[in-house]
């Protein structure tokens, strides 16, 4: 049978900008899955999909106009129960093949088309049919239907339509915006579907103001988007309206020379892409007034307002042109430039306004404010938040620094939520932070300080960078310690994929920070702490939990950074690991060890040992030389005598790669403690003393890692 390529759209008003790309994707994909199960689509078939602010299309190759037929095997029944005594049909296997639509008019001739086959330890009837492809009309019609069933639809509006029928009225329709126009064109024929009120046809409608004719008349399926280009004025793709914006700003930038760019924002270009059907970028610029207030906000709001890309210097700075993404091409553009440059005018007077009236007040001055904030309606206000947040970077303060560090973590965290009762934030919140820092300095306070401000928020998201100095990562953690125990102590606790406090986000932070800036705190200590700075009874007990849930994220974490389960599960399992910057040291050790020919025989006989201690609970880790009969035993104590004594120097010294290696030079005497050594002695005093001399090996063995997680 022919294959012809298929060509599928949907003409609509505007759709969601944000959600255009997803919508285009999915209601290519789907439709094409749908008719390759139906045997339509064949394993050749390419899609392609598109997508514009006014149509969702897709264009699939290889389709057949019709499904190959194919064989079904249905099992009825075993064959005790179809066939009587006598071979005869029964009542239930006649009723069964009628049902399957066979004909039964003839009872014999019925049961001599069925099949006998083993099944299990029975024999069973099974009856073989040849089911009829499904025709394209029928099969697109499904997929169409199921293609639209499942876009994932950010709102769907309601909107009537007049009915076709004999008896006129309306009826109500579910999309995500008005549907007008549906074309379907296998090859050069339409495909007779209706879906959404539509009756599929071979035309649409191009630009809406620079369509060179109306309607576009489609040839074929494959005329689709030359077509559209050349007679609508449409860049049907959006992958490549995409990347003719793109295209186009870097383009305009460099007209402008001296090394000036436009801000990378990829979902900006994005969300810009699928609010133009032709793009045209045009270059913009505002009054070098505005330019005195901080560059944050004026991107902010002009990326986040208008969809401008504000143009950047060499150095990063921003300068006072921006590039706009037009969706129409007049001869002259300069109306369309002074638009533009007339609408963001005041935008950044706002802004500038917001940042003259904020700077009137210091920070310090608006902590009171922070009482009148409410924080949760558990956990009390920001103000008595930004108490407990201080009283939990004084102590870790204290523990990296001293009183110096101390006392600038604890002005930090004194002013670091003050921006939120400022008017700029209040009119951008993703500012915050970043505004704190700009007013601190303009108050006076100490770079230090006012990094920390800005900092305290970070990591922000998965791959962020880490606050710059120490203050920043005192207050950084506490922030994230206060939010984690308040919540976990409330109760609010992550549940599958819901995460609405981004408690996950604020483990991830805790973990990169003691890790990353190697910080040599006690992990339970900073629980500890936290929890003691909230008043009592506000918060349930959930040490543990919190414990817990930091402990899944910190091993998640380390297998992100490509160590495996047991590595990860060895470095954390060592007695007595509470500093979590030691763990990288550790996991490195760890891989090492493992290289080496001792590893499995030693990671064996460690778990062997911690099977025989566990099973004689408290053991001394003391050995009397008296009481060694044995060679083997004997032998082994000389070598703990020798190797111990380096290995342990080399951990107390940080260099756990040495110790681990060092003890491999144990496998030897190791083994034959356990070929010739009956450990568990009849004699009690012998039995203790080999106990001992375990204990001390695997005390030894275990101080970098928990060496028996390694073993197969």
């Given at each position: 049978?022919?294959?012809?390529?298929?060509?599928?759209?949907?003409?609509?008003?505007?759709?969601?900008?944000?959600?255009?790309?997803?919508?285009?994707?999915?209601?290519?994909?789907?439709?094409?899955?749908?008719?390759?199960?139906?045997?339509?689509?064949?394993?050749?078939?390419?899609?392609?999909?598109?997508?514009?602010?006014?149509?969702?299309?897709?264009?699939?190759?290889?389709?057949?106009?019709?499904?190959?037929?194919?064989?079904?095997?249905?099992?009825?029944?075993?064959?005790?129960?179809?066939?009587?005594?006598?071979?005869?049909?029964?009542?239930?296997?006649?009723?069964?093949?009628?049902?399957?639509?066979?004909?039964?008019?003839?009872?014999?001739a019925a049961v001599a088309v069925l099949r006998r086959a083993p099944d299990?330890?029975?024999?069973?009837?099974?009856?073989?049919?040849?089911?009829?492809?499904?025709?394209?009309?029928?099969?697109?019609?499904?997929?169409?239907?199921?293609?639209?069933?499942?876009?994932?639809?950010?709102?769907?509006?309601?909107?009537?339509?007049?009915?076709?029928?004999?008896?006129?009225?309306?009826?109500?329709?579910?999309?995500?915006?008005?549907?007008?126009?549906?074309?379907?064109?296998?090859?050069?024929?339409?495909?007779?579907?209706?879906?959404?009120?539509?009756?599929?046809?071979?035309?649409?409608?191009?630009?809406?103001?620079?369509?060179?004719?109306?309607?576009?008349?489609?040839?074929?399926?494959?005329?689709?988007?030359?077509?559209?280009?050349?007679?609508?004025?449409?860049?049907?793709?959006?992958?490549?309206?995409?990347?003719?914006?793109?295209?186009?700003?870097?383009?305009?930038?460099?007209?402008?020379?001296?090394?000036?760019?436009?801000?990378?924002?990829?979902?900006?270009?994005?969300?810009?892409?699928?609010?133009?059907?032709?793009?045209?970028?045009?270059?913009?610029?505002?009054?070098?007034?505005?330019?005195?207030?901080?560059?944050?906000?004026?991107?902010?709001?002009?990326?986040a307002n208008q969809k401008y890309f504000p143009l950047l210097d060499a150095?990063?700075?921003?300068?006072?042109?921006?590039?706009?993404?037009?969706?129409?091409?007049?001869?002259?553009?300069?109306?369309?430039?002074?638009?533009?440059?007339?609408?963001?005018?005041?935008?950044?007077?706002?802004?500038?306004?917001?940042?003259?009236?904020?700077?009137?007040?210091?920070?310090?001055?608006?902590?009171?404010?922070?009482?009148?904030?409410?924080?949760?309606?558990?956990?009390?206000?920001?103000?008595?938040?930004?108490?407990?947040?201080?009283?939990?970077?004084?102590?870790?303060?204290?523990?990296?620094?001293?009183?110096?560090?101390?006392?600038?973590?604890?002005?930090?965290?004194?002013?670091?939520?003050?921006?939120?009762?400022?008017?700029?934030?209040?009119?951008?919140?993703?500012?915050?932070?970043?505004?704190?820092?700009?007013?601190?300095?303009?108050?006076?306070?100490?770079?230090?300080?006012?990094?920390?401000?800005?900092?305290?928020?970070?990591?922000?998201?998965?791959?962020?960078?880490?606050?710059?100095?120490?203050?920043?990562?005192?207050?950084?953690?506490?922030?994230?310690?206060?939010?984690?125990?308040?919540?976990?102590?409330?109760?609010?606790?992550?549940?599958?994929?819901?995460?609405?406090?981004?408690?996950?986000?604020h483990g991830l932070g805790v973990i990169r920070m003691l890790v990353e800036?190697?910080?040599?705190?006690?992990?339970?200590?900073?629980?500890?702490?936290?929890?003691?700075?909230?008043?009592?009874?506000?918060?349930?007990?959930?040490?543990?939990?919190?414990?817990?849930?930091?402990?899944?994220?910190?091993?998640?974490?380390?297998?992100?950074?490509?160590?495996?389960?047991?590595?990860?599960?060895?470095?954390?399992?060592?007695?007595?690991?509470?500093?979590?910057?030691?763990?990288?040291?550790?996991?490195?050790?760890?891989?090492?060890?493992?290289?080496?020919?001792?590893?499995?025989?030693?990671?064996?006989?460690?778990?062997?040992?911690?099977?025989?201690?566990?099973?004689?609970?408290?053991?001394?880790?003391?050995?009397?030389?008296?009481?060694?009969?044995?060679?083997?035993?004997?032998?082994?104590?000389?070598?703990?005598?020798?190797?111990?004594?380096?290995?342990?120097?080399?951990?107390?010294?940080?260099?756990?790669?040495?110790?681990?290696?060092?003890?491999?030079?144990?496998?030897?005497?190791?083994?034959?403690?356990?070929?010739?050594?009956?450990?568990?002695?009849?004699?009690?005093?012998?039995?203790?003393?080999?106990?001992?001399?375990?204990?001390?090996?695997?005390?030894?063995?275990?101080?970098?890692?928990?060496?028996?997680?390694?073993?197969?």
């Open positions: 049978m022919t294959l012809q390529n298929l060509l599928v759209e949907l003409f609509v008003e505007e759709l969601p900008p944000k959600a255009l790309r997803k919508l285009g994707d999915a209601f290519a994909s789907v439709l094409a899955e749908q008719l390759k199960a139906l045997g339509l689509a064949t394993s050749e078939s390419v899609v392609t999909a598109y997508a514009s602010p006014r149509r969702l299309g897709a264009h699939i190759s290889h389709v057949r106009q019709k499904a190959d037929d194919k064989p079904v095997q249905q099992k009825l029944m075993p064959v005790s129960v179809g066939l009587d005594a006598a071979g005869q049909a029964t009542p239930a296997l006649l009723k069964r093949l009628q049902a399957l639509g066979a004909n039964v008019s003839d009872p014999a299990g330890k029975a024999e069973a009837l099974f009856y073989d049919s040849l089911q009829a492809g499904a025709n394209l009309e029928v099969g697109l019609q499904k997929a169409l239907e199921e293609a639209i069933a499942k876009l994932p639809i950010p709102k769907v509006m309601s909107y009537q339509l007049q009915t076709d029928c004999e008896l006129p009225g309306w009826t109500s329709v579910n999309f995500v915006r008005p549907a007008h126009g549906l074309v379907a064109l296998h090859g050069s024929t339409v495909v007779p579907v209706k879906v959404l009120g539509l009756k599929a046809g071979n035309s649409t409608h191009g630009h809406r103001f620079e369509a060179a004719v109306d309607p576009v008349v489609l040839r074929d399926a494959d005329s689709y988007e030359a077509a559209l280009e050349t007679d609508g004025a449409v860049i049907a793709s959006f992958a490549r309206r995409k990347v003719e914006v793109a295209r186009q700003l870097a383009a305009a930038a460099a007209r402008l020379g001296g090394g000036v760019r436009p801000t990378e924002d990829d979902a900006l270009l994005d969300e810009v892409t699928a609010l133009v059907e032709r793009p045209n970028v045009l270059v913009c610029e505002f009054e070098t007034e505005f330019l005195d207030v901080p560059q944050e906000c004026l991107i902010l709001t002009m990326k150095a990063g700075k921003l300068t006072n042109r921006f590039l706009v993404v037009s969706n129409i091409s007049p001869e002259d553009a300069s109306a369309v430039i002074s638009g533009n440059e007339r609408v963001v005018r005041p935008r950044l007077a706002d802004a500038k306004f917001f940042f003259d009236q904020d700077r009137k007040k210091t920070l310090a001055s608006r902590v009171a404010g922070l009482d009148k904030v409410v924080y949760h309606n558990k956990l009390d206000s920001q103000g008595e938040r930004v108490k407990r947040v201080r009283a939990i970077a004084r102590s870790i303060g204290q523990q990296l620094g001293g009183d110096a560090l101390a006392e600038q973590a604890d002005q930090a965290a004194l002013l670091a939520k003050s921006d939120l009762v400022t008017d700029m934030v209040g009119e951008f919140p993703e500012l915050q932070g970043t505004m704190g820092r700009y007013y601190a300095l303009n108050d006076g306070q100490p770079l230090d300080v006012a990094d920390a401000i800005e900092d305290h928020y970070k990591p922000r998201f998965a791959g962020d960078s880490l606050p710059r100095n120490q203050t920043g990562v005192v207050v950084a953690l506490a922030d994230k310690l206060e939010t984690l125990v308040g919540m976990f102590g409330i109760g609010n606790t992550p549940t599958g994929e819901k995460d609405p406090f981004a408690l996950r986000r800036k190697n910080l040599p705190l006690q992990f339970n200590e900073l629980v500890n702490n936290a929890f003691a700075a909230f008043p009592p009874g506000m918060l349930q007990d959930a040490h543990t939990d919190v414990s817990i849930f930091l402990f899944e994220r910190l091993k998640s974490y380390l297998k992100d950074g490509g160590y495996s389960s047991s590595e990860v599960d060895a470095a954390l399992n060592a007695p007595g690991m509470s500093v979590w910057a030691d763990i990288p040291r550790r996991l490195v050790a760890v891989r090492s060890f493992a290289l080496l020919s001792e590893a499995p025989a030693l990671a064996a006989a460690n778990k062997r040992i911690s099977n025989i201690l566990k099973k004689a609970l408290e053991v001394d880790p003391h050995v009397s030389e008296i009481l060694l009969k044995e060679p083997a035993e004997i032998a082994l104590h000389e070598a703990m005598k020798d190797v111990l004594p380096v290995a342990n120097a080399q951990f107390t010294a940080g260099d756990y790669t040495a110790s681990l290696q060092t003890l491999a030079a144990l496998r030897a005497p190791v083994d034959a403690f356990f070929d010739g050594v009956m450990v568990n002695a009849e004699e009690l005093d012998m039995r203790l003393n080999r106990q001992g001399l375990l204990k001390k090996l695997h005390l030894a063995m275990n101080q970098v890692a928990d060496l028996s997680r390694l073993a197969a």
